[in-house]
């Protein structure tokens, strides 16, 4: 598994423990008829798979040297989506102690929970086109002929796949309704992205020309900075600051969070990550979606991506895994990721503490953060904050 966490519990005092969880058609099919049911709620099968597994972990986890008091629940990409949740939900309410919401920040950006009409519209859908008439019915079909049913359309159809939503009990209003009230859960957050997420475009069909036309196009009133914020002398690093671009972006839903996690008393830690893989191409491609989880794991001599591609490590490689087990483990021990010399790490307050996780570790000070608050500032429009997150707002013209 590239989430083994035998390279992480053998190196530090903990317990490692990874789940399963439905996903997809068994885990976020709703339907009236199931609501009903169900009284009043449908859908999220999968967060509920992952609430048992907590409660689970906190009857059991004393069998196994742990401690059922000192529980933090990671996710990455969409594993963070589900842990955002978490922190979210009124059914988590002492269950567990800690998150960490890696690469996934739901408070702005592209993975917001749909409401559950939506979902069960979908539903509806789906019946009808494998000729299903009651849920009763489909309770008695081949799972694997549903499954199939399923991604032949690539995921529900014209309209969509399944996907986590607003279901009136996990969670009982949207997600910045929960956020912006102080409705969530007293957990401790650590909460972050890497800096070069995704790729947006491909550096062998993209100029630096295209690169500034596209600053033009999509930023009109602020141009100048970002050609500022983001120089490029060539085509390899024109493609590297898009994809810089949007991941900023990304980072501000974790900024967000964090400051909410500030302003209602509860314990918050940012962080970004831009360590490379000390090649050639890491230095090109940056620091992308996945990157921090090889260090974290301690799985020596793999790069990013899943599956994580052969790389052999050199010292500042290994120096980097000790450093983000370090942070990793007292946040998960303590709720606080200092200590042992590392670099300070800010708890996060009102303002942009947010800790750049590199070979130089350190926080984020002076001209940096002035695209973050111009970027803050856009997307507390709602308007806007839809438009930077589209991708006819992040793909240049051609």
């Not at 890696?102 to 539903?123: H, L, N, T």
């Not at 009982?172 to 912006?180: Q, V």
């Not at 350190?362 to 709602?382: D, N």
Request: aromatic fraction near 12%; charge should be negative.
């Amino acid at each position: 598994m590239v989430c083994d966490g035998e390279g992480f519990a053998k190196r530090r005092d903990i317990v490692v423990v990874t789940i399963n969880y439905r996903l997809g058609l068994l885990g976020f099919f709703a339907h009236p008829d199931l609501t009903e049911e169900a009284g009043g709620t449908s859908g999220n099968y999968a967060l509920y798979d992952m609430r048992k597994a907590c409660l689970w972990v906190k009857e059991n986890i004393a069998a196994f040297g742990g401690d059922p008091e000192r529980i933090t629940v990671a996710g990455q990409s969409g594993g963070a989506a589900g842990t955002g949740v978490l922190l979210a939900s009124p059914l988590m309410k002492g269950v567990i102690q800690r998150v960490s919401i890696e690469s996934g920040p739901i408070y702005w950006g592209f993975m917001q929970p749909e409401k559950r009409e939506v979902m069960e519209r979908r539903g509806v859908e789906f019946m009808e086109r494998i000729g299903c008439g009651s849920i009763e019915e489909l309770r008695k079909r081949d799972v694997w002929e549903l499954f199939d049913a399923y991604s032949s359309r690539g995921g529900g159809g014209p309209n969509g796949g399944f996907s986590f939503c607003v279901d009136g009990e996990f969670l009982p209003k949207s997600y910045g309704e929960l956020m912006d009230a102080g409705e969530f859960n007293d957990f401790d957050v650590m909460i972050g992205s890497c800096a070069q997420e995704f790729p947006v475009v491909s550096a062998d069909r993209f100029t630096v020309e295209e690169f500034r036309a596209y600053l033009e196009d999509a930023f009109p009133d602020n141009a100048g900075n970002m050609k500022k914020w983001y120089p490029a002398e060539n085509n390899i690093m024109a493609a590297k600051q898009v994809s810089t671009i949007s991941s900023d972006m990304m980072l501000m839903g974790s900024v967000k969070v964090g400051q909410l996690c500030s302003r209602f008393g509860r314990n918050a830690y940012v962080w970004l990550m831009s360590k490379e893989n000390e090649t050639e191409r890491g230095h090109n491609d940056g620091s992308p979606h996945c990157a921090e989880m090889p260090y974290v794991f301690g799985r020596v001599d793999k790069g990013e991506r899943n599956p994580f591609f052969d790389y052999h490590w050199v010292g500042a490689d290994y120096d980097f895994m000790e450093l983000i087990q370090g942070y990793w483990y007292s946040f998960a021990a303590t709720g606080d990721p200092n200590g042992e010399g590392r670099p300070e790490w800010r708890r996060c307050g009102e303002g942009f503490d947010i800790c750049e996780l590199c070979n130089d570790t350190h926080m984020l000070e002076g001209e940096r953060l002035e695209r973050y608050r111009w970027y803050f500032e856009k997307l507390s429009g709602s308007d806007y904050a839809v438009q930077l997150f589209g991708l006819p707002r992040l793909t240049p013209k051609k």
